[in-house]
Nanobody, 123 residues
Framework: QLQLVESGGGLVQPGGSLRLSCTASGFTLKPYVIGWFRQAPGKEREGVSCIERDDGRAHYVDSVKGRFTISRDNEKNTVYLQINSLKPEDTAIYYC????????????????WGQGTQVTVSS
């Protein structure tokens, strides 16, 4: 069964950090670009970060630049999202998704999605 599983979410105070993981089972992530997305209550899903497959080049939405870092470990078949200096507005369900094309495709065009992991930033 082909599956993406996110983990690492939780409740954290403002200014705290989390490391989210996205692990693939049943297939290898190596040929894919992997994106991280988030959806807050009442808001549309937005792209947060994406990592290319060939050169590992990373992309970030402006609101997370300097705080979030995406990385991939093809041997572990896992992509990580290190999130630092968390703010209440980062509260959302975080999803990873894969596609064989490139990071420039629209969010809704990513082919395969995980079930999400909740990140809550609150004091």
């Amino acid at each position: 069964q082909l599956q993406l599983v996110e983990s690492g979410g939780g409740l954290v105070q403002p200014g705290g950090s989390l490391r989210l993981s996205c692990t693939a089972s049943g297939f290898t992530l190596k040929p894919y670009v992997i994106g991280w997305f988030r959806q807050a209550p009442g808001k549309e899903r937005e792209g947060v970060s994406c990592i290319e497959r060939d050169d590992g080049r990373a992309h970030y939405v402006d609101s997370v630049k300097g705080r979030f870092t995406i990385s991939r470990d093809n041997e572990k078949n896992t992509v990580y999202l290190q999130i630092n200096s968390l703010k209440p507005e980062d509260t959302a369900i975080y999803y990873c998704a894969t596609d064989l094309r490139d990071c420039g495709i629209p969010t809704t065009n990513f082919a395969s999605w995980g079930q999400g992991t909740q990140v809550t930033v609150s004091s």
